[in-house]
Every structure is written in C-alpha cells, then in structure tokens.
C-alpha cells in the first residue's frame, strides 16, 4: 500500500494485505478497487488513526483497566460499555487527524457514507456482523470528522465488547478505520451470497433485494424478494418475491440520514430486481469470487442503471457441504418460515421485544423475537433456537446463528404473535418449521461427516463456552486439549472463591464449577478432557464479585501472582478446585489436570504434592500435564520431568512473549510478537524433542497452530504427539497433519496421548 499520508488511505492504494491498516472492510474495497469491480470511490481513514487518538488521549490504560475480566454477560457490560464511549468522545480528535480527514472528504464532495472497518472485521471465521456503526448521506468536513469519531466510539457497543470477548479477541488489539465513500442513492439494494450459506451448495448463487438502502434487509426488518440462480449458464432456478410497503430513502432532517417511505402501491407487490440484472450481479459475483478464492458475501446497490459493489466478505458462517439435511419430522407445524440457521433444537419459548429483556432468556430457551440486532448477542448465545418474525437469510439473526450455530427460522411473519412465553417448541433449522413440543430424532446425529481422516497425531480442541460442548465434541476430533477454567468461573460463578468462602459458600463454588466441568467430560467421553487449572491474573481476579477484597494491585500482574505459586499459598481455595475435579471424575474418568505456568521444577513438586493431599494421584487415566509458557521451562525441561509428570502443553502466546521479552498487548511491538520467531521455535523444539526422547505426551495448545498450518507441519516433525486447536481449524489441522504423516511414512493409527 502507498499512500500520501499515515492517516488516509485511498482504495486504488490498498488491497487485501492491508488489513491491519485499514481494517477488513476498508482491505475488501481497496482489492475491489484495484480488481476494477464498479465500487464507489472513497478512501479510509486508517486504523493508525485511531490508535494514535488514543494514545494522545491516555485511554489505553482506562480501556485496559475497564474490560480486564469484565463479565460480558452481566449487566456490567452496558455500564462499562456506556462508560468507554463517552470517554472516546469527549476526548478531542488530534488536529493534524481531523484535517487529513477534511481534506481528503473536499476530494469527493458531496453525500458519503462512513462506515466503521474493524482489524478483526469481515475474517474468514468472525464476520463481526452489526457490531460497529454506519453513518449514511453525512455531507460536510466537520461533519465526516464527526463521524468517524463515533466509529471510534463503536468498537466499544456492549454487542462488539460481548464479540470479541466470546471470540477470543484481545480488544487492545482491535483496531479500527473508517471507510469514506460516495454514497449511492439506491433505488434497489441487497446482498448476494456466491455459494448457498444454508446448504454449503457452492453451485448456486443467492440474491436477496430491497428497494431503497440496504439497511432494512441486513437489520431483517424487511422480508426481501430472494433469488436462487444456477451458476452453470446462469438459469434462474427460483424467484421468492415479497410485498414491501416501504422502504429507506435519504431524509437530510433525520439524524441518521435517512427515513422509512410508502413505496407505491403499484410497485409493492412487484420482482425487485429484472432477471438481466439478477445475471449481470451473478456475473460480478463470480469475479468476486474469482479474486478472492472463496465463496462471498457481497452487498451491492442499484443507482439508475448501474450496479455498484459496496463490499465483499468472506462467507462466515456457511454451513460445510459435507454436512446433510436430516428427514422431515413428525408433528404439528405452528409456523413456517426460511430455514437460516441449520440444526434442531427445542425447548420454552421466551419472547423478547427488547434489549431490557435480555436477561429473560436462559440457556436451553428459545428465543423469538420481531427481528434481532447485534445488543441481543448475548440472549442470543444462550439461547438453544432462534425464530423471528422477519429476516431474509442475511439479516443478523442468520448471520450469527449461523456463526453460532444455533438452529434459527427467520421470516415466519407472526412468530411473535401466535406463540407465548414458556410454550415448548422444537426448532427446525434444516426445513425452517416450529413444531409444537419436543421432537425427537430416532435417526442419530443430525449432522454426518460422511468421511474422516485418521492420523496418529491427535488432534484436540480448545474450549472454554460449555453451551458449545456437544456440539463440538461431535466433530472429527479426538479430545479437548485445553478446557479453560476461567470462562466458567468469571461466566456461571461471577464470584471470588475466597470471599464465598468467607459467607460459608465454599461447597457452592465447587458445585458450579463441576457442573460447568461435567458438562465438557460429559459431552466428550471417553475421550480425554485435559483441564487447565485455573489461571486468572490478580487484575482478572479482583473483577470477579468480592475480589478487590482478597486481590493486590499489580503493576504487571501478566508475570504477577498467578499460576502454581498461587496454588501453593493459597491452599484452601484450590483444594476448592481439585474438589470439583475429583466430583466431576466421580461420573467421567476421562478428565485429566493440567498446571500452568509453573515457574521451577520446586513449584511443580510443590503443586503435585498438593494435588496428592486432595486425594488426585497420577494413574492411567489421570494424567497430569505442565503448560510450557515460561523459559525456565525449555532451559529445565528434563529436571521438569523428573519430577514425575505425564506430560506437557506448550502455551505458545505466553511463550512468545516471555522468549522475545515483548508484551503482547503492545500495539507499538505487534508485528515483532511472532510465535514462529526462530528463538520460539528452537525452544518449541526442544521441548518437543526432549519428552519424545522421554517416550512422554506433548502438546501445544496456543493459537500459533490455528493461525499457522505450516508450524503444525515442524511440530508433527518434531514428534509432537497432539495439537490443540480452535474448533473452526481442526477440519484444516487434521488434513495437514495426514499430509505431513504421509509423506514421513508415519502410520494412521491413533497415538497413546
């Protein structure tokens, strides 16, 4: 990318490898530009920008300070979230900023759209959908300046706070730029998906449109006319045409910009958009996706004649071919609609008609509303089926059901009004119908992998959400490499261990945390569940309820009190602990005990010792492994084995950031944090090499194998007997590692882990 300043951007000068300058949005439309698809000119304010406000402005620390262990499901989310957004806007935009942004605007001239463009921000695996704000028909300098500044204040909605937190974001990392572009008074609009995001089918293109602005379809508050096209000579295979009373049309007086208008009677009921047009958009799709390699999801706008394309993403949230469509049920059908989310699913209805409602909803609930936005995410994920009354298959309630795979029926038109709170429902995300009752499913899984690799390199998954267990666990993977504490505790339990203690409460902090633990053992029998001990930082501890009455202040609580030494100092609330561990083994003995952060080899002793006395003993099938994070653990590693353990996980992020000495919340640093930095490496080597010498387990369950398949190659080299990944990467991890066994002569049968 070139460009004349650090802080604006033009498309022509940026392309798909400039994410991190001017966000996922901002990268889409630059490679558009440059790949001559009809996109309206505009330029971005980059992501440099933004992070240079908040340095001028001192908020790194208040954001820090603020979102370090915040709850994202209680009500304190609004509370901090309301808290950070007045901070970003009261605090002044640098001039040299804002007179970039003028300058550049007066290039254009006239009515623009500002649209936020998030660094984490339309990723193949996180869409971030909704989460960040658009400013339609702005017009002046000030006026754009203004609003780039509330993009700022966007990245801080609860919606967006709640996204990152569930998908393991660091949100000081999170940057965001503002997109400026003409604005296109559209007179039909839509989206146009290159491959069936229902059926995974990549044969056929999907189109949905809306006359006027965009907005009402992807908000779902307009049920949009859909056409399906065969891509193969561009036949039309269905047209679903929907009556629209109105639509959206620039209002100038409108703080938004724009206003809902009665669209003539004569054009109501009329097909949107003219079957040669519906080609020339498949047409530009496919180019689409031609540039990019992968199926899209592309939003476009109709000025007179023309067609502009006003962003492409990739497809997040498209339900894989290989998974298939399960019989018809049985029953007594209460309402129809469009099948956006695939899955069934049943349990009480809860209707929502607000986001004050939120809380009504509970896990295993159905929720039903008019249409969702991004400030129902967290009912949203509680919830075990979704139903609304209008929506097309992009409007948000598709989008992140899909994303969160959560059975979902939007578009029933009267779902709201024909169904009451508590009435027990069965959600049909394959066929988009609700039936009344439970129905069961004699026939198994309702989804089949219809063929599975085998390698002799164990491939595990990293989880956190028990909502997410069964789910996951019925994926092609062989146990749970890294179950993490903390999301229970700080999720389900909200309380410090030592002041429940202190109110005679300590049997109910074990009882929460093995029903959360039991959940995953559960779901994943017989299959290993390795459970790392709980890893809070003092900062993360005092947020809990109580904390700030049993928690120092930390200048640098990441190399602080945490970890083994903790255990050993505070005995009581880690017998706490082993005492839900051994519960939850009671029932399921394929749950194991991993230890963090383990400083000597006296520590680990110490640690075990501990374990001993409550009653936890190594044995066949409980094994005890140490996380490999701190240096002292590669240099030692054979005085660390000696001490007896089973084997070892390296944590490639803390790794990183302890080999390279660079804090890996620094924005200054991010690009020299690198987990296949040659210092990482020969000491992931080390390790790896030493417990295979050793005829020991090991591990990694880091990001660094989600985020770089060629890693997971060496660590198969190497010897490595498991790799622990994110549940969207163990399909890609396994088809890697059977690469890498074969060409080594290595045999496909299962590992001892």
Not at 101 to 106: D, G, T
Not at 228 to 235: H, S
Not at 319 to 336: D, M, N, R
């Amino acid at each position: 990318m070139s460009t004349a300043t650090k802080f604006i951007a033009w498309f022509k000068d940026t392309g798909k490898d400039d994410i991190g300058i001017v966000g996922g949005k901002g990268a889409n439309l630059g490679e558009l530009t440059q790949a001559n698809i009809p996109v309206p000119p505009g330029f971005v304010v980059t992501v440099q920008a933004y992070f240079s406000f908040i340095d001028s402005s001192c908020l790194r620390g208040t954001i820090k300070d603020r979102l370090s262990g915040l709850d994202t499901e209680s009500e304190q989310l609004h509370l901090t979230a309301a808290e950070l957004q007045e901070f970003v806007l009261k605090a002044e935009m640098p001039a040299e900023i804002s007179s970039q942004i003028e300058k550049a605007y007066a290039k254009i001239g006239g009515l623009v759209a500002v649209r936020s463009s998030a660094t984490a921000e339309d990723l193949p695996g996180a869409s971030f959908a909704g989460q960040h704000s658009t400013f339609l028909n702005v017009y002046g300098g000030k006026q754009v300046v203004q609003a780039v500044h509330k993009c700022w204040a966007s990245l801080f909605e609860p919606r967006a706070i709640f996204y990152r937190d569930h998908h393991g974001f660091e949100h000081l990392k999170v940057g965001i730029a503002a997109v400026v572009q003409r604005m296109v008074q559209s007179t039909v609009s839509g989206t146009l998906f290159t491959a069936d995001p229902h059926s995974g089918d990549s044969d056929r293109t999907i189109i949905e449109a809306v006359y006027g602005l965009g907005e009402a379809l992807v908000s779902g508050e307009i049920q949009p006319d859909t056409y399906t096209v065969q891509k193969a000579g561009q036949k039309l295979l269905e047209s679903r045409v929907s009556t629209q009373e109105w639509e959206l049309r620039r209002e100038p007086s409108n703080k938004d910009g724009y206003a809902k208008m009665t669209v003539d009677p004569s054009r109501r009921e009329a097909q949107k958009v003219p079957e040669a047009q519906i080609k020339e958009l498949t047409n530009i799709g496919s180019h689409i996706e031609q540039l990019y390699g992968n199926p899209q999801d592309i939003e476009w706008a109709v000025e007179g004649d023309s067609i502009y394309i006003v962003q492409s993403r990739p497809i997040t949230t498209m339900t894989p071919k290989w998974e298939q469509e399960i019989s018809e049920l049985v029953g007594e059908v209460l309402a129809e609609g469009l099948a956006a989310s695939r899955g069934v699913a049943w349990g009480p209805i809860k209707i929502i008609s607000s986001t004050a409602e939120i809380a009504k909803v509970e896990k295993g609930d159905v929720l039903v509303a008019r249409m969702t936005n991004p400030d129902l995410a967290p009912a949203m994920n509680r919830a075990a089926g979704i139903v609304t009354d209008e929506g097309g298959l992009t409007s948000h309630a598709s989008s992140v059901s899909r994303e969160m795979g959560i059975p979902c029926v939007v578009g029933t038109s009267n779902a709201t009004k024909i169904f009451k709170d508590g009435q027990i429902v069965t959600v049909d995300g394959f066929h988009g119908r609700v039936y009344k009752g439970k129905i069961t499913i004699d026939t198994g899984p309702a989804v089949i992998r219809t063929e599975k690799l085998r390698t002799r390199t164990r491939v595990y998954v990293n989880l956190a959400d028990p909502s997410r267990a069964e789910y996951v666990a019925g994926l092609d993977v062989d146990g749970i490499g890294l179950l993490r504490a903390e999301f229970i505790i700080a999720h389900h339990i909200r309380e410090h261990p030592s002041y429940m203690m202190s109110r005679g409460r300590g049997n109910k902090f074990t009882e929460k945390l093995s029903d959360g633990i039991g959940i995953f053992a559960k779901a994943f029998y017989p299959r290993p569940v390795v459970y790392r001990t709980t890893d809070f930082k003092t900062n993360e501890y005092r947020n809990l309820k109580g904390g700030r009455n049993y928690e120092i202040v930390e200048s640098n609580p990441m190399l602080g009190y945490r970890g083994c030494s903790r255990y050993i100092r505070e005995m009581e609330s880690f017998v706490l602990e082993m005492a839900a561990i051994k519960k939850v083994r009671e029932d399921y003995d394929n749950l194991w005990v991993m230890l963090p952060f383990v400083r000597s080899p006296r520590e680990m002793a110490a640690t075990l010792e501990v374990l001993k006395q409550a009653g936890l003993v190594q044995a066949p099938n409980l094994k005890m492994w140490m996380m490999v994070e701190v240096p002292s653990n590669v240099l030692l590693i054979d005085q660390f084995l000696d001490v007896g353990i089973d084997g070892i996980s390296i944590g490639s992020n803390d790794l990183t950031q302890l080999v390279l000495g660079i804090d890996r919340d620094s924005r200054i640093l991010s690009e020299d944090f690198d987990e296949q930095d040659e210092a990482v490496l020969v000491a992931m080597e080390k390790v790896i090499t030493t417990t295979k010498r050793r005829m020991l387990s090991s591990s990694i369950c880091g990001q660094a194998p989600s985020n770089y398949p060629d890693l997971t190659m060496k660590l198969v080299q190497w010897g490595i007997t498991s790799v622990s990944v994110t549940p969207d990467m163990i399909d890609q991890t396994r088809e890697v590692i059977a690469n890498v066994e074969s060409r080594l002569g290595i045999a496909p049968e299962p590992a001892e882990a």
